[in-house]
């Protein structure tokens, strides 16, 4: 982890977890298990691929960003 | 469990004008002005044709499925698996973009106000913000925008008299000489900008009626179209097309430039000081959006995961760009495919449930709008806009006087243009109740 700031934001989002688990019933469990989903696969984009920093930077994006602006520009 | 406030027409209108013409105002005239130069600001005629198509569609959603918001009309049309996996596209797509404007804005803010405070500070107030927000009901944010966003549309309707002093119309000629693919380019950027407005479609069950939200749509995105044409209008005519496709904030520059008296020196202070609150107004409801989204899954309230998103959305602001520039450019290139993307499988899934339910006889068939006398008008002034352009595109680069005249032509079209959707507002939903 680089960034303080992410590791803060991290524990906040874990004692969220913990302090949600049982409320509504299974329905603060679907949140939980979107949330913690859509965090994994961000994760591993940044961390176990560890080329660059950005998320954008690391996928696909950023290809199509630049062939975009290319033809609007263009 | 939902939340069942109801708002009226004339708020939904003006939260869709805070939705679509003040995010639209930090970063995108850059792009605009890198595509269509000069001509910029005759981008927002596409712009205007999608919002009202958006808005027939959930006119037609509302008619066959009242009282249901569009992520229920989902489940209820496309089944329960199909329509789960169909409205997680559509949370991840708000998610998305909601995580690419909050770090836009504190970028923008860290940039240009508060030059020493940390952006992930901003980003945090930012969330924790429309984390709070979000815990409040639907007409909260509606009556407090429709302070915010009225005072700030005066601002705006009156900037090119109090920038009077530094507009010079040289710098808006050759009008339409270029032809028509660089005002259709920057039209295509100003629509992918446009795109998220299909987060209302999550509201749908607040507004009384098919009427009210259709009309909500109309108004709420002429409203919007007209403001940001007169916004891109003073950014060419005071900073000039070139330095608008190079500098990143142009806004800033453009209320800086208003010196009304050597007393009111700072009016980019008060400016800004009704800006902020309009940003946050946009991402709380963005946020609103996820949550009801979410909520649909689970059956329950949608309060209790607002902190677990605040947070999810707070990761990804900080960590999925790298700088200012990437940014800009996903904001600004990178969300028309991801519009695109987004527009055509969710639509093309549910237009394909709606006519099989409708072959089998599960829904009604719904009639077309009545739009009476001023919304004829009013579309037959929208097709003088579009004439306009056309003329001024293809005879602009033979004689300049062409492309003048048709851009005297297009201001006087949309300006009726919005008269006649006041009058068609007027006559449907005030005078009918």
């Known amino acids: ?74 | 469990m939902k939340d069942k406030m109801t708002i009226s027409t004339l708020q939904l209108a003006m939260l869709i004008c805070t939705f679509l013409a003040i995010s639209s105002q930090a970063s995108l005239p850059m792009a605009l002005a890198g595509s269509a130069k000069q001509d910029a600001w005759f981008s927002y005629f596409i712009p205007i044709l999608y919002g009202c198509g958006a808005g027939m569609f959930f006119y037609k959603l509302a008619h066959k499925f009242p009282g249901l918001n569009m992520y229920e009309i989902t489940n209820s049309v496309c089944g329960k698996f199909v329509g789960g996996l169909l409205n997680a596209l559509f949370i991840l797509y708000f998610i998305v973009d909601l995580s690419a404007q909050t770090r836009l804005f504190s970028d923008f803010f860290s940039s240009s106000i508060l030059l020493r405070t940390p952006p992930e500070l901003i980003i945090m107030m930012i969330t924790l913000l429309i984390i709070y927000y979000s815990s409040g009901t639907m007409e909260h944010l509606a009556r407090t925008n429709v302070i915010f966003i009225l005072s700030y549309s005066i601002i705006l309707l009156f900037l090119p008299i109090i920038l009077l002093n530094e507009i010079d119309l040289n710098k808006l000629e050759p009008v339409l000489s270029s032809g028509f693919i660089p005002p259709l380019k920057s039209s295509i950027l100003a629509a992918a900008a446009f795109g998220d407005v299909l987060a209302i479609g999550a509201f749908l069950h607040h507004v009384k009626g098919p009427r009210d939200i259709y009309m909500a749509m109309k108004l709420g995105v002429m409203v919007s179209s007209f403001l940001l044409t007169v916004w891109n209008f003073c950014l060419i005519s005071v900073v000039s097309p070139v330095f608008v496709s190079r500098l990143i904030f142009t806004g800033w520059i453009l209320v800086q430039q208003i010196h009304v008296t050597d007393f009111l020196d700072r009016v980019d202070l008060m400016v800004f000081s009704l800006f902020m609150p309009l940003i946050l107004i946009k991402h709380a409801v963005l946020f609103i959006a996820i949550l009801t989204g979410l909520a649909s899954y689970t059956k329950k309230g949608r309060n209790f995961g607002n902190l677990m998103v605040g947070l999810l959305i707070m990761l990804f602001s900080i960590a999925a760009f790298d700088n200012t520039n990437e940014v800009i450019m996903f904001n600004n290139y990178g969300m028309i495919p991801l519009t695109l993307l987004v527009h055509i499988v969710f639509f093309g899934c549910l237009s394909v449930g709606i006519s099989i339910s409708k072959w089998t006889g599960r829904t009604k068939t719904s009639p077309g709008v009545n739009i009476g006398l001023f919304g004829g008008l009013a579309r037959a002034m929208l097709v003088g806009c579009g004439a306009s352009i056309a003329f001024g595109a293809y005879f602009g680069s033979k004689l300049g006087w062409y492309g003048t005249v048709s851009a005297g032509l297009f201001i006087m079209f949309l300006l009726l243009c919005m008269y006649f959707t006041f009058r068609q507002y007027g006559e449907t939903i005030l005078n009918k109740g």
């Open chain 1, 1 to 74: 982890m680089r960034n303080p700031f992410l590791i803060l934001v991290l524990a906040l989002y874990i004692a969220s977890i913990i302090a949600n688990w049982n409320k509504h019933g299974c329905g603060a469990r679907k949140v939980i298990y979107f949330c913690t989903a859509c965090l994994t696969i961000g994760l591993i984009v940044l961390y176990i691929i560890p080329f660059k920093f950005s998320i954008i930077e690391q996928t696909f994006v950023l290809d199509i960003m630049k062939a975009t602006m290319n033809f609007m520009k263009g």
